[in-house]
């Protein structure tokens, strides 16, 4: 009976997720330029945090490596972009991403705890500072034009790549695998006698998404218009996924989603109601989440829910 | 038949002999016991038959074949199952997802997912864990997460399992029914190699036993043997025991 219950919530999860996917899907034809600019940099927050939780969520490894892949996926755009069309060179941009987070996580996915997280932080500045160095000494420019794609099709393609990474981390979180990489997460070693081959799952799960992010940075590249290694490398883009998960929650599969909607809405409406105050409202807000939601937005609702259950029960 | 034997195994951390030269066997269907004061080794030994740490020099084989050289997931799934010291059970994950893990990654074949669910429920009514399957395995008494890494250690079908410490920190009654435990695990034939310092439990259940100090083989025997071995007692209590007599 509890099994039917588990698999009818799911079912409704499906259904409503489903739904929601529907009405986006032709929100170009009725939602404004602005409004449709505005969806795509939600899905893109979306994509990096999803991305970020398939592997550092259940594990534990703190990644902040996502500026990397991010960045990567950008830069393979600008480079590519007016040598071939839109589908490939978005393919290549995740393709990228994925083989670095395959090399990057054969090296270092032994290091644990901070380590870890400072290894990958210091990828980022690396790859910055190599590609400026190469930018500046030998194309003698500093930053590159990426081709222009109008604001519909970067919307499909942002939500296509939306859509193939919430129901990738979906089916990772129910499969075995979900079940291993948190085992991980619990105690590495006790996971490895159990059978479980840690060094191949972590390293292709990172691979996995990095590739998501590779690809959204592919697509960004071409809205931005502009880049230089400062902008497609930005280390706000490492913390950033860190903190929405953080924000929206990690407990469920849908907490770090609503976290970076969330987010990411608010981001744009402080820039542009509030510019010169943008970034002190923005910390704040954080603060306060970081100190008084441990659990996030998620955590604060389960936890209504429950006084309200058990308020319910307690009267006769 | 020997299922487990070792040969000159020898471990350094930094210039310390933990493993000096040890030489040992484990027949099939034996169980055999794993003693000596703290510090001797015992624990390093099963790092090093589980693959969790690499010998500085001699082999270990597993029915014949050379396990030194292997990962541990490898050494799992090759049929060596293992026990922890400190128990490390997956602490948030639910009692049967914990056993689960075991039988969908450890066994040497693979399982279809409904196969490894039967399987884990099976282990779990043989250690009598099954009402609690649901409940998360950190909310456990001491005595059930030692049954559950048990389980866990089951699941991947093992042909020799390494029990590190089932009874210390348990009080008597869970004591006898760990001791009961081991023999139902003998009985599914399933070779055991234990550490264990209660020695009313080492006496009553293990055909034989190895006793280690200070890295090194002193003493192996039947338990019979090994109460009544002068240096075993001297390694134990110190010489003067014997200054009386």
Known sequence: ???????????????????????????????????????????MHIVLTVSWVIFSGPTGYISLASAAFFGVGIYTSAILGKAFPLPIVICFGALASFCLALLVGALTLRLRGIYFSMFTFGLVLLIQQLLLWYEVNITHTRGRFVFVVNNTTIYYVMFIILVALILTAYFIRRSKYGLALQSIGEDEEASAHTGVNVTVLKTIIFAVSALFAGAAGAIIATRWTYIDPYIAFNPLFSFMPVLMAIFGGMGQFYG????????????EILITRFPYYYMLIFGSILVVAILYLPGGLVGLVQKLREGGLARQHADP | MRILEGEGVTKYFGGLAAISNVG???????????????????????????????????????KGEKISALKPHQVCRAGVARTFQSVKIFGNIPVLGNVLLGSLFGTSTGMS???????????????????????????????????????????????????????????????ALAMELVTRIRERGITILMIEHVMKAIMSICDRVIVLHHGEKIAEGTPQQIVNSKTVVEVYLGEQAYAGN
């Open chain 2, 24 to 62: 040992f066997h484990v027949d099939q269907g034996e169980i055999v016991g794993l003693i000596g004061p703290n510090g001797a080794g015992k624990t390093t030994l099963f790092n090093l038959i589980s693959a969790a740490l690499v010998p500085n020099s001699g082999v270990i084989r597993f």
């Open chain 1, 256 to 267: 770090p989603i609503i976290g970076a909607v969330i987010f990411a809405y608010l981001q």
């Open chain 2, 113 to 175: 997912s409904a196969d490894a669910a039967r399987e884990a429920m099976e282990l779990l009514e043989f250690v009598g864990l099954s009402t609690m399957r649901a409940t998360p395995a950190k909310d456990l008494t001491l005595a059930n997460q030692k049954r559950l890494e048990v389980a866990r250690a089951l699941a991947t079908m093992p042909e020799l399992l390494l029990i590190d410490e089932l009874i210390a920190g348990l009080n008597p009654t869970e004591t």
């Open chain 1, 1 to 43: 009976m509890n099994r039917t219950a588990i698999s009818s919530k799911n079912l409704l999860f499906l259904g409503s997720l489903f739904l929601v996917f529907f009405l986006l899907a032709f929100f170009p034809l009725y939602g404004s330029v602005y409004n449709v600019i505005l969806v795509t940099a939600i899905f």
